[in-house]
């Protein structure tokens, strides 16, 4: 057995942990069976984002009439585009490896390993074991693939690892929940002449959005796909190369959806299974989730977990906050507590959505009062000359103090635009802050956070 100070299990934004606590002097062990980078850089966020950006460009190129301008898609190399974008990011991980193998205190174990008890680890292959007195658990998470469909485990489905690796579209793709993994690829797909069907059990697609902007999405992506909300998958068949889907609604209805691919994106599951935790006295939530506490600590001692098998978020920017304050805790022994109070997040299909903040629906549920203000993207200048037609922000805040409570966004550049309410949140700023006191250049897309704020203040 092999002691260190510190072993880090998973090579996502743990990595970058691991990096921390071996420049701080402890004889330090990575272990990641897969390339570094972990799930965002290798099959999430980046090549994901890279790949609908080619989209974008390609729609563009398509409306450029609505501008005066004559202009045509001459061609699409699908196929070159996704092995470049998945060649790129293979080189960041290979280079990733080659500098973690050369950091001083820095063991890295790229292999299959599993927990033996709280603070040992053994390496599948070999055998061998190894310990030490801290051990950060990022091990990340999974696509979830439920066995209750019958006959999913009898065909050739695809996840999300899959489709982005697709080097031609299919002409007709079933999608399996509605997400915003399914929403973004449903969209890059589409972009490329796929006829897509989303079958989702709840009454919208990205169920998790507040209502209004679920609702808009919704049917905005009704446009442009064949969306079956309200069904839960029962069955999957396969004959002639194609893959039928059969979803049941709750009154009994059903409904059937033919395509060349079947892609299941029904969510993510944390990794605890894959790495024998049941060998270890950590606990885990009801959903399978290690729990931590604000300094995400687990209930062993000297035993932190981070990024989506914790589930603060499940985003990449949520594992790399945590990233900072794991190193703060582990590698330099501090007591930093971690804040999710402001945590944005955004979905980049088209339009785009942004939120941060409570949802209508938890404050309700919370049974807290609160006020509403929403502007219309319409109501702008940039609108205009962007030739928009939809979208809209909705800030919520306290009828009292105007303490922004959380704000909600769907149209053109909704990931950008969430982050002049994400620091509001976090720091205290009302709504009279943003709609009275900040100046918004004119004519900026922002100017509609403004207004949206200005829809309280004015009220009264």
Same mark, same amino acid.
């Given at each position: 057995?092999?002691?260190?100070?510190?072993?880090?299990?998973?090579?996502?934004?743990?990595?970058?942990?691991?990096?921390?606590?071996?420049?701080?002097?402890?004889?330090?062990?990575?272990?990641?069976?897969?390339?570094?980078?972990?799930?965002?850089?290798?099959?999430?966020?980046?090549?994901?984002?890279?790949?609908?950006?080619?989209?974008?460009?390609?729609?563009?190129?398509?409306?450029?009439?609505?501008?005066?301008?004559?202009?045509?898609?001459?061609?699409?190399?699908?196929?070159?585009?996704?092995?470049?974008?998945?060649?790129?990011?293979?080189?960041?991980?290979?280079?990733?490896?080659?500098?973690?193998?050369?950091?001083?205190?820095?063991?890295?174990?790229?292999?299959?390993?599993?927990?033996?008890?709280?603070?040992?680890?053994?390496?599948?292959?070999?055998?061998?074991?190894?310990?030490?007195?801290?051990?950060?658990?990022?091990?990340?998470?999974?696509?979830?693939?439920?066995?209750?469909?019958?006959?999913?485990?009898?065909?050739?489905?695809?996840?999300?690892?899959?489709?982005?690796?697709?080097?031609?579209?299919?002409?007709?793709?079933?999608?399996?929940?509605?997400?915003?993994?399914?929403?973004?690829?449903?969209?890059?797909?589409?972009?490329?002449?796929?006829?897509?069907?989303?079958?989702?059990? %709840?009454?919208?697609?990205?169920?998790?959005?507040?209502?209004?902007?679920?609702?808009?999405?919704?049917?905005?992506?009704?446009?442009?796909?064949?969306?079956?909300?309200?069904?839960?998958?029962?069955?999957? !068949?396969?004959?002639?190369?194609?893959?039928?889907?059969?979803?049941?609604?709750?009154?009994?209805?059903?409904?059937?959806?033919?395509?060349?691919?079947?892609?299941?994106?029904?969510?993510?599951?944390?990794?605890?299974?894959?790495?024998?935790?049941?060998?270890?006295?950590? %606990?885990?939530?009801?959903?399978?989730?290690?729990?931590?506490?604000?300094?995400?600590?687990?209930?062993? %001692?000297?035993?932190?977990?981070?990024?989506?098998?914790?589930?603060?978020?499940?985003?990449?920017?949520?594992?790399?906050? %945590?990233?900072?304050?794991?190193?703060?805790?582990?590698?330099?022994?501090?007591?930093?507590?971690?804040?999710?109070?402001?945590?944005?997040?955004?979905?980049?299909?088209?339009?785009?959505?942004?939120?941060?903040?409570?949802?209508?629906?938890?404050?309700?549920?919370?049974?807290?009062?609160?006020?509403?203000?929403?502007?219309?993207?319409?109501? !702008?200048?940039?609108?205009?000359?962007?030739?928009?037609?939809?979208?809209?922000?909705?800030?919520?805040?306290?009828?009292?103090?105007?303490?922004?409570?959380?704000?909600?966004?769907?149209?053109?550049?909704?990931?950008?635009?969430?982050?002049?309410?994400?620091?509001?949140?976090?720091?205290?700023?009302?709504?009279?802050?943003?709609?009275?006191?900040?100046?918004?250049?004119?004519?900026?897309?922002?100017?509609?956070?403004?207004?949206?704020?200005?829809?309280?203040?004015?009220?009264?």
């Amino acid at each position: 057995m092999t002691a260190f100070d510190c072993i880090v299990f998973g090579g996502g934004t743990g990595n970058t942990v691991a990096s921390a606590a071996a420049d701080e002097g402890l004889e330090t062990a990575l272990v990641e069976k897969g390339p570094l980078g972990g799930l965002c850089l290798n099959r999430g966020c980046n090549p994901s984002k890279m790949l609908l950006q080619h989209a974008n460009v390609h729609n563009t190129v398509r409306d450029a009439d609505e501008f005066g301008i004559d202009a045509t898609v001459e061609g699409v190399r699908f196929g070159e585009f996704v092995r470049d974008v998945n060649a790129e990011l293979a080189d960041v991980a290979s280079s990733k490896e080659t500098n973690k193998r050369e950091e001083d205190n820095l063991t890295l174990f790229q292999e299959e390993a599993r927990f033996v008890d709280d603070h040992t680890i053994e390496i599948v292959a070999s055998g061998e074991t190894h310990s030490a007195e801290k051990v950060v658990i990022a091990a990340g998470s999974r696509p979830v693939v439920p066995d209750a469909i019958d006959g999913l485990a009898d065909v050739d489905y695809l996840t999300s690892d899959d489709a982005i690796r697709l080097e031609t579209p299919p002409d007709r793709l079933v999608v399996l929940g509605g997400g915003y993994i399914a929403a973004e690829l449903g969209y890059y797909f589409d972009s490329f002449g796929t006829d897509v069907a989303l079958i989702e059990m %709840e009454d919208s697609l990205v169920p998790r959005e507040d209502d209004e902007v679920a609702a808009a999405f919704t049917d905005i992506a009704g446009d442009r796909h064949d969306v079956h909300t309200g069904y839960r998958a029962s069955s999957v !068949t396969e004959s002639d190369g194609e893959i039928t889907v059969t979803a049941e609604s709750e009154a009994g209805d059903e409904i059937e959806a033919t395509g060349e691919e079947l892609l299941v994106a029904l969510g993510r599951r944390p990794n605890t299974d894959g790495i024998d935790l049941d060998a270890t006295g950590v %606990e885990t939530t009801d959903s399978g989730f290690i729990a931590t506490d604000d300094q995400l600590r687990t209930n062993v %001692e000297n035993v932190w977990a981070m990024g989506d098998i914790a589930d603060n978020g499940m985003f990449k920017h949520s594992g790399d906050y %945590e990233g900072e304050v794991m190193i703060d805790n582990v590698a330099r022994g501090e007591e930093r507590t971690a804040d999710f109070t402001a945590l944005p997040h955004a979905v980049f299909t088209e339009p785009r959505i942004g939120a941060v903040g409570e949802t209508e629906a938890a404050l309700d549920d919370a049974g807290r009062e609160y006020v509403v203000g929403r502007a219309e993207f319409t109501d !702008t200048a940039m609108s205009r000359a962007l030739k928009l037609d939809h979208g809209f922000v909705k800030v919520l805040a306290d009828p009292d103090s105007h303490e922004i409570l959380g704000c909600h966004i769907i149209g053109h550049e909704a990931s950008m635009l969430i982050h002049e309410v994400a620091p509001a949140i976090r720091y205290g700023a009302t709504v009279d802050d943003l709609a009275n006191t900040l100046i918004h250049a004119h004519p900026s897309m922002s100017k509609v956070v403004m207004k949206a704020c200005k829809d309280i203040t004015d009220a009264e």
